[in-house]
Every structure is written in C-alpha cells, then in structure tokens.
T-cell receptor, first 116, second 111 residues
Framework: GAGVSQTPSNKVTEKGKYVELRCDPI?????LYWYRQSLGQGPEFLIY????????DSGLPNDRFFAVRPEGSVSTLKIQRTERGDSAVYLC??????????????FGPGTRLTVL | EDQVTQSPEALRLQEGESSSLNCSYT??????LFWYRQDPGKGPEFLFT???AGEEKEKERLKATLTKKESFLHITAPKPEDSATYLC????????????FGEGTQLTVNP
C-alpha cells in the first residue's frame, strides 16, 4: 500500500521567489496535516485539513503561507516571497477521520526547502 | 499551551545495553501521546499511541508506558538498527488533532 508521498523531495529557490510543495495522502485518509521541521528540532504544526476545508490554520507563521486541498485529497502548500528563514523540511501527514481513536498520523518523507 | 520535553537529548548505548527515554508533558486534557521514530532524511515513522495513565504498549524491543505527567520508551537489548531519533508528541482535547512534538532523543547503538 502506498504511503504519503511528497514532491519535490528537494527544492532550492532564491529569496523572494514563490514555491509550491505538494502532498498526496494515503488513500481514504480524510485528514491531512502540514508540519515544518528545522534541523535538530521536532516537527512544528502548520495547518490541518478535514476534507477540503482548513479546520485549523493557526500554525501558519504569517500570510506568506497558504495551503489548499480543493478536492479533499492532494494538498499544496504555497509560500510567497520566500525568506531564508523559511528553509526547513516541510512534512505532510494524513490520518483517518479524527473524531474517534486510532487517528494516528502517518508522515511522508518531506520536502527539503532551501532558500538562498 | 502544550509542552513536551524529551531527555536525554542524545544517548549512546552498546548493543544489548537496555535503557529508557523520557518524555515529560504538560497538556490541557490529554487526548493521546504518540511515539515516532525518525531516521536521517526521512519522515517520522509511527510507533505507538497511549491514551491513559497506566497504559503500556510493546513492539519488538520497544515498550512505551504512560503516567499523568510523563511517558517512557524502554529499549531492551538494543541493536544497531535501533539507532534513530525518537520523537514524542501529544494531542490535546481542546485543540484537537494537531500534534505538539518534543525535540527528540537521538539514540546511537554501537555494535
């Protein structure tokens, strides 16, 4: 069975540019999450989708960050006017519906973003 | 605000030398405590979920336990392939589904 996939695996961009990171969740998982992980740190929550809508976007650091999930499956994290401080590994996770137990989050391999 | 503190930051063991990793947490109503393993350059791999104090779960050489303030990940007779960073995370009843992670314990098992 396929796990969570993320593309690209690596992205190098210049300060000020726009980037899009893609996440393809496990089939049948209605919940999707984005986290950001800096070197030597644990993942930090960014945003959570239940279906097509963002149920919790309180972790997005500022309005340069935006995420969509138009059909309730694939999600795209969009970063405008990138800054060097945005450099990190961006992780996507998915889970079954979160209303009950057994809602473990399964992570993809991440996209390593480097802003020069 | 939820807080998770893991100790030690790094741990070196000889193969077969058992030990424990600690995860202390502060949360407004625990919904679940999660342990993950992360290898370099990869995403976290799910290990266990614990829901209430006194609960224990085992998988091969790993055993996770939970109290009202902390969780332990016990590693019995570790092997070099157990070398990884172990992450602890909590989920609370107020904010629902987001995970709050600790900084992890980097475990190295020497042959």
């Amino acid at each position: 069975g396929a796990g969570v996939s993320q593309t690209p695996s690596n992205k190098v961009t210049e300060k000020g540019k726009y980037v899009e990171l893609r996440c393809d969740p496990i089939s049948g998982h209605t919940a999707l999450y984005w986290y950001r992980q800096s070197l030597g740190q644990g993942p930090e929550f960014l945003i959570y989708f239940q279906g097509t809508g963002a149920a919790d976007d309180s972790g997005l650091p500022n309005d340069r960050f935006f995420a969509v999930r138009p059909e309730g499956s694939v999600s795209t994290l969009k970063i405008q006017r990138t800054e060097r401080g945005d450099s990190a590994v961006y992780l996507c996770a998915s889970s079954r519906p979160t209303s009950g137990l057994y809602n473990e989050q399964f992570f993809g391999p991440g996209t390593r973003l480097t802003v020069l | 605000e939820d807080q998770v503190t893991q100790s030690p930051e790094a741990l070196r063991l000889q193969e077969g030398e058992s030990s424990s990793l600690n995860c202390s947490y502060t949360v407004s109503g625990l919904r679940g405590l999660f342990w993950y393993r992360q290898d370099p350059g990869k995403g976290p791999e799910f290990l266990f979920t614990l829901y209430s104090a006194g609960e224990e779960k085992e998988k091969e050489r790993l055993k996770a336990t939970l109290t009202k303030k902390e969780s332990f990940l016990h590693i019995t007779a570790p092997k070099p392939e157990d070398s990884a960073t172990y992450l602890c995370a909590v989920q609370d009843r107020v904010r629902g589904s987001r995970l709050t992670f600790g900084e992890g314990t980097q475990l190295t098992v020497n042959p």
